[in-house]
């Protein structure tokens, strides 16, 4: 359960020192003053970040807090084991943008993991959207990924 509509494209955006962005047209159209805000954290496996909507990141909470138990056996186990560490990495290290305008800074630890300097390609992914610094995007192992920096990179 993402935005209204999938976010859907890519684009490279300039980055300001300070971490500004002004998002793309694919994750503004859906956030507005009444729409919901959006959640950026650090991607589960890959070096970059994923935004979506709130409800998303809900959707994954509730996924993450119960890995493989139905209700009964929730109810039924007493020790409830530490979060796994790709809990840790997705929702340690996350920031919500309360109804953002078409700018966001992107805050200095998220630039700083993800290696993020003075553009970021973004990326759609349906229910997410993904942001990757240009370096690591153009060395990544899949195809489309690199496919789509160039693609970015022509359109500039």
């Not at 890959?46 to 996924?63: D, H, I, P, R």
């Not at 992107?106 to 240009?134: D, H, K, M, Q």
């Amino acid at each position: 359960m993402g935005g209204f509509v999938p976010y859907a494209g890519h684009c490279i955006v300039p980055v300001k020192t300070n971490g500004l962005v002004r998002l793309p047209s694919f994750v503004r159209r859906n956030v507005s003053s009444e729409g919901p805000s959006i959640f950026l954290g650090l991607h589960g496996s890959q070096n970059c970040l994923v935004g979506s909507s709130v409800q998303w990141w809900q959707q994954l909470t509730m996924k993450c807090d119960r890995p493989g138990l139905d209700s009964a056996d929730a109810a039924a186990r007493r020790d409830i084991p530490p979060p796994p560490a790709p809990s840790r990495r997705l929702f340690g290290f996350c920031e919500e943008f309360w109804r953002p305008n078409e700018f966001v800074k992107l805050p200095s630890w998220a630039r700083a993991v993800a290696g993020i300097a003075n553009a970021a390609l973004f990326v759609g992914a349906g229910e997410t959207f993904e942001i990757w610094s240009i370096e690591d995007a153009m060395k990544s192992d899949d195809a489309d990924l690199v496919a789509l920096v160039h693609s970015a990179t022509k359109l500039q």
